[in-house]
């Protein structure tokens, strides 16, 4: 999936169902070709920042958008929301929160750290797939970042 | 003797005349009738003779013999008055008064010695031919002494007790008594008048001091200010009494002088009173103090002192009366006083002690004693130090030295030991005062030990306090990580279960049959209903753990938002709705609004099979409580499983005949339970249900911020 054109989404997510269901959806909408997955926080942190085996990155273009999960190994998250948008540079990415979490504390925090949108993981699969669309469209074709 | 020398020789030669006569005449006769011879004749004339010659002899030795005692007799008197003209002389000149005698043209003939004294004289021949005015007396005085002369003498009568003034040649001013006598001669014409006089210069100054002391006592005893009286010690009776008396005791003059002293006693006091008057006889008594009684019947209480006076010829007392009723009750106020605080301090819990400027304890009372396990005769007398030593070591008595020193107070909390080791402990109130410092100890042993006690149970509780909340915190952060977990880690399975079927679905088609896809669906509303299940049970723990926001809610707005949220335009055709005005009513607004949501939701929800379908939604509104109301006559529920409507995960209605998880009622429940409401249901298998539920009114809305 790596390739030497911008990566359009770095998608942040533990459970491989989910990866593969998440990937199915844009797939199916043809909204994303160069998508990368990291499985945790601390990867996710590499990849941003090009640190440990993403160091060759350095010169590479941010991610269009990171579509990030709150339950998270090693680092969680909102840790990771928090450390992105305290960084001057890598603040305007937008993040987008996929999370399977209506907890109240979640979107509070979530919005207060700076995270671009909230968006729940429906379980109904049909209804997961509209939702996924809806954030591609917005956040890969409609939205311009500075 | 003159008469007698007169009359003698005459008598004698009558006498004679007549013995001879008498015998010339009768002898003869006498002769011849006796027949008596001539010879007889011869004898007649020597007898004669002899007869005539003794008579002679007899009278002249009588005469002879009286005339030697006459003479004798004469001898005497002449000695005698001899004897007396000494005498007189002697008294004219020793006596005390003055004397002196003037002929009736009043001069002097004569006077006493200590009369020429007064008059000048070296001598008292020499007032002989004087008059009073060659004497130095004033002429005006002199005038009036001649004047009472020719008075006397004039009247022939004694003026007795002239009191005149003299002034003697040395010019002293005398005050004089003088008698004046008229002097008769033995045919008792008046031939001049004999005077005397006495000096009462000094009685008469005496006299007149007397009198004048005299005034003054009388008007001591009449216008003293304290009563005062005189009383016969005989019989009582009052003799005298002044003005003061008067105004006290409330008689008149009249009437007290009828009264005897034991009128003005009391009853029980007169016997004493009767003794003490017999026994008691000095010159002067301070006989202490008496009650008396006033004529109104007030008795009075009176300071008597009393002097023994003669008071017109009676033996008596004279009285004054001091009132000191009120001295007496002032008194005895104090001593009253003074006996209710010495009691009260000495029977006080609180110790009292006074302390010495040289640490001498100088008054304890009886809790002192019980606190420092002492006798009184232990510390009286003796310093601090020595009762108790190595006190001077302690923090405490250099607080008292401050103190006393300072003249400042203090109040401490001080643990005493004792010499058995014991120890307790005091509260000190320490004072300065004139004799050193005072302090009030109070024995708080027991508080201290009470508090010690709470003390520990304090800490004992607050460990077991911090325990539990750490339990409770660890179990509440335990369910947390659950909930977490569960709406999280339980819904990415089912996702994918979803997912992965509807996969199977759209990229496995061919290869199921029609109930090959109809399982597929099973599995999927299974995944469906899980999802819900999960998403309520979340909203269930929600509630618990929501902070609490209070605010006046516009519950009518609130009913109206909801039904608006929950029914579809179409429904809203099927049903009839009716709103009453709803009050305000204070509560968390976003947790009430789940009420509503809930309550209204599930009347929708159980009506909808029915057709004009009717919700009321209204209120009663009791003392404290407002309670409102939502009525359906959709399919209502029976009765008999009332008490399981508000259990969670209870359902009354299958799933098949209504869709639903059981936790909806569980939510409200806990909603109205965290408002300190109640919440209950009525109804009827297929005759509608009414929900209610009551909320508290309350003033201060905006005051009552809780949270969970």
């Known amino acids: 999936m790596n390739g030497s054109s911008q990566i359009e989404i770095l998608l942040v997510e533990d459970n491989p169902n989910d990866v593969e269901l998440t990937l199915r959806a844009l797939k199916k909408n043809n909204i994303a070709n160069n998508i990368v997955v990291v499985p945790d926080g601390e990867e996710a942190l590499e990849f941003i920042f090009a640190k440990g085996k993403y160091v060759s990155r350095v010169d590479e273009k941010e991610p269009r958008v990171i579509l990030l999960d709150l339950k998270l190994p090693k680092v969680s998250g909102l840790e990771v929301l928090e450390i992105i948008k305290k960084d001057p540079v890598k603040r305007k990415i937008p993040v987008v929160v996929l999370t399977s979490s209506k907890e109240e504390n979640d979107i509070i925090e979530s919005y207060r750290l700076g995270v671009n949108s909230y968006i729940v993981k429906p379980v109904d699969f049909e209804k997961f797939v509209d939702a996924v669309r809806e954030l591609g469209l917005y956040w890969l074709l409609l939205n311009q970042i500075p | 003797m003159k008469k007698i020398i007169d009359s003698l020789p005459l008598r004698v030669s009558l006498l004679y005349a007549l013995v001879a006569g008498i015998w010339i005449v009768v002898s003869d006769n006498l002769i011849s009738n006796l027949g008596v011879s001539p010879l007889l004749q011869t004898y007649k004339g020597w007898f004669f003779v002899f007869v005539t010659a003794l008579l002679l002899y007899f009278i002249l030795k009588k005469l002879i013999s009286r005339l030697i005692i006459q003479n004798n007799e004469l001898k005497v008197i002449e000695k005698e008055l001899q004897e007396k003209s000494s005498m007189l002389n002697y008294i004219l000149d020793n006596v005390p008064q003055s004397i002196f005698w003037k002929d009736i043209n009043s001069t002097y003939l004569g006077c006493n010695e200590v009369f020429s004294k007064f008059a000048g004289l070296n001598s008292p021949d020499e007032i002989i031919g004087k008059t009073d005015f060659d004497l130095p007396w004033p002429k005006g005085e002199a005038d009036n002494y001649v004047k009472d002369d020719k008075e006397v003498i004039g009247n022939n009568t004694i003026k007795r007790n002239i009191e005149e003034p003299l002034q003697t040649a040395e010019g002293k001013r005398l005050i004089i008594n003088t008698t004046k006598i008229p002097l008769h001669d033995s045919n008792d014409n008046v031939i001049g008048v004999l005077g005397v006089f006495d000096d009462i210069t000094d009685r008469k100054h005496k006299e007149e001091a007397l009198i004048e002391s005299e005034i003054r006592y009388r008007m001591l005893f009449e216008s003293n200010p304290h009563p005062m009286w005189v009383y016969d010690t005989e019989t009582f009776n009052i003799l005298a009494v002044n003005d003061a008396a008067i105004d006290k005791y409330g008689y008149t003059k009249e009437e007290f002088l009828k009264l005897t002293i034991k009128d003005i006693r009391p009853e029980d006091d007169i016997n004493q009173l009767i003794d003490f008057v017999a026994v008691r006889d000095e010159k002067k008594i301070d006989s202490g103090i008496w009650k008396h009684i006033l004529k109104n019947g007030k008795t009075i209480h009176v300071e008597i002192y009393s002097h023994k006076i003669d008071f017109e010829n009676k033996k008596a007392r004279l009285v004054l009366a001091n009132d000191v009723t009120e001295r007496i009750a002032a008194e005895e106020a104090l001593k009253n006083s003074e006996l209710r605080h010495r009691s009260t301090l000495e029977n006080m819990d609180e110790g009292y002690q006074i302390i010495g400027f040289d640490w001498r304890y100088i008054y304890v009372n009886d809790s002192v004693c019980r606190q420092a396990k002492k006798s009184r005769k232990e510390l009286i007398g003796y310093t601090m130090p020595e009762a108790f030593p190595g006190i001077e070591k302690t923090k405490m008595f250099s607080m008292l030295k401050n103190c006393m020193k300072q003249r400042t107070s203090a109040i401490i909390e001080n643990e005493f030991k004792y010499y058995d080791g014991s120890s307790g402990w005091f509260q000190l109130s320490i004072q300065p005062v004139p004799e050193g410092i005072f302090i009030l100890s109070l024995d708080i042993t027991e508080r201290k030990e009470a508090e010690n006690q709470i003390l520990k ?113 179409k429904q809203k055709d099927r049903f009839k709705i009716n709103i009453t005005e709803l009050p305000e009513i204070c509560g968390d607004d976003s947790l009430l609004r789940q009420v509503w949501y809930n309550l209204i939701s599930n009347a929708v929800k159980y009506s909808s099979p029915k057709e004009n379908s009717e919700i009321e939604v209204s209120y009663i509104t009791q003392k404290d409580y407002i309670t409102y109301y939502i009525k359906d006559n959709g399919v209502g529920f029976n009765p008999d499983y009332t008490h399981k409507l508000f259990g969670v995960f209870q359902r009354l209605h299958s799933a098949s005949e209504f869709e639903g998880t059981g936790v909806g009622l569980a939510i409200v429940e806990r909603i109205i339970n965290r408002h300190k409401g109640k919440v209950w249901g009525e109804g009827k298998l297929n005759g509608g249900a009414v929900f209610y539920f009551s909320l508290p009114i309350e003033e201060n809305c905006n005051e009552r911020q809780q949270s969970n």
């Open chain 2, 457 to 569: 149970l304090n800490a004992e509780l607050e460990r077991r306090v911090k325990e539990r909340t750490k339990q409770l915190e660890d179990i509440n952060k335990e369910l947390e990580a659950f909930t977490y977990s569960v709406s999280h880690d339980l819904r990415s399975p089912l996702r994918a279960i979803d997912g992965f079927s509807k996969i199977l679905l759209e990229d496995y088609s061919q290869l199921f049959d029609e109930e090959g896809k109809r399982l597929l669906s099973v599995i999927r509303n299974n995944t469906s209903q899980m999802d819900l299940l999960i998403t309520d049970l979340l909203s269930l723990s929600r509630v618990a753990k929501t902070h609490f926001k209070m605010s006046v809610v516009n519950m009518k707005e609130m009913a109206i938002s909801v039904f608006e949220e929950i029914l579809s335009h």
